[in-house]
């Protein structure tokens, strides 16, 4: 009943029905899953301005799902939602700019002014991303302390990877004033998130400590995890 309702609704125009109708195709959810089906309400919508129609197109011109791929079709979707605030259109975007891939020219500066904007509505990937162009110059002058103040907010997330680079930067006093608690804490707590070079990492920075600061180093990463990786350095 619901999918006549929406049909009915998308026909006359109905932008909310018609974006609604080119998920149900594509999770294949009241309807026989159609990739094609999919792509067209999905167009219908994208072009009366949805964002989420937008974002879903890009993907579907990106991966060629029920549309020939094409990846300046997937760059102007991606655009249209990310300049609507859509946060996975904006990372997805920078992601296109920093590889440069697919006959897409690559671009470090729209690359960074996309992951900003996805790294300040909270995510995590585009944080660490940010963190990593920083600590390269990769669309910017190279600048550590603005490094750290990424791989922080991403590491604060849970982020693994962050969490190991912001533990090596600790190491080595980039950005930050060199300490090898807070490094070995980061970097134990990156290991027990998945990052299999975190356990490296910790055993190269305990050699250069004290049976003491390691014991220290211990209970910093158990209140750490209490804390939910929030203001633990």
């Not at 989420?52 to 979707?77: C, F, I, R």
């Not at 975007?93 to 904007?117: C, H, N, T, V």
Request: with cysteine; hydrophobic share 30%.
């Amino acid at each position: 009943e619901a999918v006549k309702w929406y049909q009915k609704a998308a026909k006359q125009g109905d932008v909310y029905a018609q974006s609604v109708l080119g998920l149900m195709y594509q999770d294949g959810k009241g309807v026989k899953q159609d990739d094609k089906e999919a792509v067209k309400w999905y167009q219908k919508a994208a072009k009366q301005g949805d964002i989420y129609a937008q974002s879903t197109l890009g993907l579907m011109y990106h991966d060629g799902k029920g549309v020939k791929q094409n990846y300046k079709e997937a760059v102007k979707w991606y655009r249209k939602a990310a300049e609507q605030g859509d946060v996975y259109a904006q990372f997805n975007l920078a992601l296109m700019f920093e590889s440069g891939k697919d006959g897409i020219k690559q671009d470090y500066k729209e690359a960074l002014k996309y992951y900003r904007l996805a790294a300040e509505q909270g995510n995590d990937g585009a944080q660490f991303n940010l963190g990593f162009m920083y600590g390269k110059g990769e669309g910017a002058t190279k600048d550590y302390k603005k490094s750290v103040k990424w791989y922080r907010k991403a590491a604060e997330k849970g982020n693994a990877k962050a969490q190991y680079n912001l533990g090596f930067m600790y190491g080595k006093g980039q950005g930050v004033k060199k300490d090898y608690l807070y490094a070995y804490m980061w970097l134990d707590l990156s290991a027990s998130n998945g990052e299999k070079i975190g356990n490296r990492g910790r055993d190269l920075i305990v050699k250069e400590m004290t049976p003491v600061q390691i014991s220290k180093a211990k209970n910093m990463v158990k209140e750490c995890k209490k804390k939910k990786y929030k203001s633990c350095d």
